[in-house]
T-cell receptor, first 111, second 117 residues
Framework: GQNIDQPTEMTATEGAIVQINCTYQ??????LFWYQQHAGEAPTFLSY????GLEEKGRFSSFLSRSKGYSYLLLKELQMKDSASYLC????????????FGTGTRLLVSP | EAGVAQSPRYKIIEKRQSVAFWCNPI?????LYWYQQILGQGPKLLIQ????????DSQLPKDRFSAERLKGVDSTLKIQPAKLEDSAVYLC???????????????FGSGTRLTVV
């Protein structure tokens, strides 16, 4: 089976840094995605990792350790608009590729 | 490029009624996905199409849910009859056919919010 775990909810202050962790146990790992989803809206792509290491994209960075089944999303200089759910998703290949999502982490940024 | 189009945006029905959702993917995207997202949870894959063929429908409740993708372009998802627990957002996504480790990206539509009362 495929299992992806994330914290349910996190809070942080505007201007701060927050790290959202994701651990996974999957077969046929073929990449890890992070999506941002504002309430009532579609998920939007943030980052993609397939090799170990850190991918940086402006205020957002994502890290992957395949041996540990672990990833994190790092958000710097938090803004109020970053209040959203952050979805960790693993692409698995079991003959065909599909995207399996975690339950998501709801981030609340306060002034 | 135009995004993934879905309609309707909202739907309220009574239990045991039928409902259908429509999705038009990004032009040229061979793969189309239907996800169910219950409030407070991550999206769950219901069915995946490659062109007009079903690749994976292992989590589709086939006694009440059906989906088709005629001509390999747009798709419809139907629920008949609906149950209270079907209340959720139904997301459609599309992607180019995968090539190795490239990030081919999944683009999601805005979803249809279904409320079954």
């Amino acid at each position: 089976g495929q299992n992806i775990d994330q914290p349910t909810e996190m809070t942080a202050t505007e201007g701060a840094i927050v790290q959202i962790n994701c651990t996974y146990q999957t077969s046929g790992f073929n990449g890890l995605f992070w999506y941002q989803q504002h309430a009532g809206e579609a998920p939007t792509f943030l980052s993609y990792n397939v090799l170990d290491g850190l991918e940086e994209k402006g205020r957002f960075s994502s890290f992957l350790s395949r041996s540990k089944g672990y990833s994190y999303l790092l958000l710097k200089e938090l803004q109020m608009k970053d209040s959203a759910s952050y979805l960790c998703a693993v692409r698995v290949d079991t003959g065909f590729q599909k995207l399996v999502f975690g339950t998501g982490t709801r981030l609340l940024v306060s002034p | 490029e135009a995004g993934v189009a879905q309609s309707p945006r909202y739907k309220i029905i009574e239990k045991r009624q039928s409902v259908a959702f429509w999705c038009n993917p990004i032009s040229g995207h061979a793969t189309l996905y239907w996800y169910q997202q219950i409030l407070g949870q991550g999206p769950k894959l219901l069915i995946q199409f490659q062109n007009n063929g079903v690749v994976d429908d292992s989590q589709l409740p086939k006694d009440r849910f059906s989906a088709e993708r005629l001509k390999g372009v747009d798709s419809t998802l139907k629920i008949q009859p609906a149950k209270l627990e079907d209340s959720a957002v139904y997301l459609c996504a599309s992607s180019l056919k995968e090539t190795g480790y490239l990030n081919y990206g999944y683009t999601f539509g805005s979803g249809t919010r279904l409320t079954v009362v």
